[in-house]
């Protein structure tokens, strides 16, 4: 059975105008999903939306709307009415970089909103739809930075700790009834939104940011097979090497060292 007769026929991306989310919205198109494609700026969604009816015949529902915001969820109900949503990638993230009582209380409290309880919310309403129909598949993108505390990142470190052992329990509770679940973890990736805060590398041996699309084609790939993955095999050596092999506190210390430098933080 191909991708697309295992999942369904509507593929919702949350997250959608740019990078990654964008990334993941072609590779969907190309296997045949129609699509729901949400982000804030509706002008990107419109050139993204655009550039892919060019190239693939699909049907693409957009949907402007804040993914944070409280009414979010009941917006995006809304603005699908009854078309089931067979498989969802949860793509948007916040983070804030810097020393962690530096930024307002706000700004930790919207990366959570926006992390952990829109992707709980999101997985939940469409997570139970997928189970009543005994079909679905939903990738969850997290972070190598929710392997361990994460210095200068740690609320976004925390939020996507969360988003990974949602996935993988949702993986265990849902995999006999029909509904994939995998949380993405990766490294770097080379997206707008990441190249927007000018990093530099933080040492010689740290891995080339990843590419977008390899990154979804290795998600498509994965889910269904495993609860989670590292993302690329270069970060898979260097997170099992942090894992397994250094001392907690050690991995603590390398991930906020590097992170401080990679962003030039002044504490
Ligand atoms: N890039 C990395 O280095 C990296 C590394 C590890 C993990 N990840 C994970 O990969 C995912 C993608 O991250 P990315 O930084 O590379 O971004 P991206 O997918 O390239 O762009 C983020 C997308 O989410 C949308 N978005 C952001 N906040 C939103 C909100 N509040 N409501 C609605 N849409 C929103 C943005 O569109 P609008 O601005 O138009 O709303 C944009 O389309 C995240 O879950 C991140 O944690 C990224």
Redesign the pocket.
């Known amino acids: 059975m191909n991708f697309k007769d295992k999942y369904g026929n509507t593929a919702m991306v949350?997250?959608?105008?740019?990078?990654?989310?964008?990334?993941?919205a072609n590779a969907l198109a190309a296997k045949g999903f129609d699509l729901v494609l949400?982000?804030?700026?509706w002008q990107?969604?419109e050139v993204l939306a655009d550039s892919i009816k060019k190239k693939f015949s699909v049907k693409i529902i957009l949907v402007?709307?804040?993914?944070?915001?409280d009414d979010?969820l009941q917006q995006i109900i809304n603005a699908t009415a009854d078309t089931p949503i067979d498989f969802m990638v949860?793509?948007?993230?916040?983070?804030y970089i810097g020393p962690f009582e530096k930024a307002p209380l706000e700004t930790h409290l919207q990366i959570a909103r926006?992390?952990a309880v829109?992707s709980l919310s999101f997985v939940h309403h469409f997570g139970s739809k997928m189970v009543e129909r005994k079909r679905g598949g939903i990738i969850?993108?997290?972070?190598?930075?929710g392997f361990q505390g994460a210095g200068y990142v740690a609320t976004?470190g925390a939020t996507?700790a969360f988003?990974r052992v949602l996935a993988e329990g949702l993986w265990y509770e849902w995999k006999d009834l029909g509904v994939d679940v995998v949380a993405?973890?990766?490294?770097?990736?080379?997206?707008?939104?990441?190249t927007n805060n000018n990093?530099v590398k933080a040492s010689i041996f740290e891995p080339k940011?990843?590419v977008?699309e390899n990154?979804v084609k290795e998600a498509l790939d994965k889910i269904g097979k495993v609860p989670s993955f590292v993302c690329g095999r270069a970060f898979r050596v260097a997170n099992f090497f942090m894992q397994h092999l250094l001392p907690r506190k050690t991995t603590i210390k390398f991930v906020g060292d590097g992170t401080k430098k990679m962003f030039d933080v002044s504490a």
């Open positions: 949350a997250g959608a105008s740019e990078g990654l989310g964008a990334a993941y949400i982000a804030r700026r990107a969604l402007v709307c804040d993914i944070s915001a979010a949860f793509n948007a993230a916040a983070c926006l992390n829109s969850i993108m997290t972070s190598l930075a976004y996507k988003n993405c973890c990766c490294g770097p990736i080379d997206t707008p939104n990441f990093p940011y990843l977008p990154v």
